[in-house]
């Protein structure tokens, strides 16, 4: 419960752009969660949050290796469309570093994905996340970066 009560935390930090005590957040409750040997999709879903802050903080490889853990954690009988925003946040690390083609490639997978679901939302926010990211010139580092990697997932 006190780890779940951190995540909140976390996550009302990274509302407010205090970045550094987000991650400080994010990372303990990463560990709690190892410790507790939670199911699977909770570290799952806390390291597409995770990834989605290293964005913002311009910590594109932290970015990319912590979503491709996700990635790698969701489980084949994903539910809820978590693979196909794990694709999203992966699609835009990828952009955010200048690597438009496989960024595209991505976001056209991610669509794939999101198809059989029953989530409007998810289903057009591969679509509207590739257009906002196509042209858009790397975020800063520590900037607002791009909305949609902002979206904490759980």
């Excluded at 990274?14 to 507790?36: C, G, I, K, P």
């Amino acid at each position: 419960m006190q780890a779940h009560f951190l995540w909140g935390l976390g996550q009302c930090y990274a509302a407010q752009h205090r970045y550094q005590e987000a991650l400080d957040a994010y990372l303990t409750v990463r560990q709690a969660f190892v410790s507790l040997e939670a199911p699977a999709e909770i570290p799952d879903a806390l390291n597409g949050s995770l990834s989605s802050l290293y964005v913002l903080l311009g910590e594109y490889d932290a970015a990319s290796k912590t979503i491709r853990v996700a990635m790698e954690d969701t489980s084949g009988e994903d539910s809820n469309g978590r693979r196909a925003r794990h694709l999203m946040g992966l699609a835009t690390v990828l952009s955010q570093k200048g690597n438009k083609q496989d960024a595209k490639d991505l976001f056209e997978q991610a669509i794939l994905e999101a198809g059989p679901f029953d989530d409007a939302e998810l289903r057009r926010e591969p679509g509207t996340t590739w257009a906002r990211t196509a042209h858009a010139a790397p975020a800063a580092p520590g900037g607002r970066g791009v909305t949609e990697a902002y979206r904490i997932r759980s």
